[in-house]
């Protein structure tokens, strides 16, 4: 009897474990589908269709160069990987910030906007996170295509290091799956947590190694920077792709760990709330 309890209890231990990728193993279809309605309704109308996905990370990558590069004479201290033009050091940052920005912003409203899904109890809700990620994911692949054609185009070469990127995002996924199940959730009970989103995605920009080395930075304002989630994963992309280094690997395994730990409880936390969704709505 007490080897039955046992072997249920670590059954249901199991079950619960995979719960949060559901939508990559029983529920990949739907997940897909979403994922593409996401990426082509975004460009839907437009002329230049899904041209769009290159073209805006090479004005955005123009409007943040001409400003820091040639208004504000920033430049990157040469010590700290300064050695490369300004333009791709600031790009690697802006992919990775643009990637977690994304999800964070468009997380409130996620279940807001879809709220003919909630009426339907047949429906699993939690699915529609991993969509809008795996959205940004794919933009964060086009980026990473217009990153190294920039790369080729200015110093005429590229760091066979640039193979570890997969692995120095990976551990930002868990950590922006459950931003994404905390902030949806969020979003039913307090609308503001819109206005919210938009200013914290700013001040993680600004606050970040996106635009500057932390390095360079006073001693004392250092500890704002490295608080910030994306610093880390910034600097090591950085690492690999510029500096042809290998990442480093435990701190990218504490950061995984630390991760998925706020994934599970971000999912834990939505699938606890979303009971109440339907009379909110």
């Known amino acids: ?11 249901a231990f199991l079950r619960g474990l995979l719960a949060p990728y559901r939508a990559l193993t029983s529920r990949w279809t739907l997940t897909f589908e979403l994922t593409k309605r996401d990426i ?4 839907r109308g437009a002329s230049f269709g899904l041209f769009w996905s290159l073209l805006s990370p090479f004005l955005t990558l123009l409007i943040y160069t001409f400003a820091f590069g040639f208004v504000f004479k920033s430049k990157w201290p040469h010590e700290v990987g300064g050695d490369h033009p300004y333009a791709i050091i600031l790009y690697m940052g802006l992919i990775v910030h643009g990637f977690f920005s994304e999800c964070l912003t468009r997380s409130p409203t996620l279940i807001t906007n879809n709220s003919n899904l909630v009426k339907r109890v047949v429906f699993p809700l939690e699915i529609l996170p991993w ?15 217009v990153f190294t054609v920039l790369l080729l185009a200015l110093e005429h070469g590229l760091y066979l290091s640039m193979l570890w990127l997969p692995i120095v995002f990976l551990p930002l996924l868990p950590l922006t799956l459950g931003v994404c199940w905390f902030f949806a959730s969020f979003g ?8 919210i989103t938009g200013v914290l995605s700013t001040a993680m920009l600004f606050v970040s190694s996106v635009m500057i080395p932390v390095n360079s930075l006073p001693p004392g304002y250092r500890v704002f920077f490295e608080i910030n989630p994306l610093t880390f994963i910034i600097d090591q992309a950085r690492e690999v792709a510029l500096a042809g280094h290998a990442p480093n690997f435990v701190g990218l395994a504490l950061y995984a760990l630390g991760a998925f730990v706020f994934m599970y409880f971000g999912y834990a936390w939505f699938m606890l709330t979303r009971r109440g969704f339907a009379d909110v709505l």
């Open 188 to 195: 039913v009970y307090l609308r503001d947590i819109n206005q």
């Open 1 to 11: 009897m007490e080897n039955t309890i046992n072997a249920v209890g670590s059954v």
């Open 131 to 145: 969509s809008i990620m795996l959205s940004a994911l794919f933009h964060v692949g086009v980026n990473l295509m």
């Open 40 to 43: 082509l309704g975004r460009y």
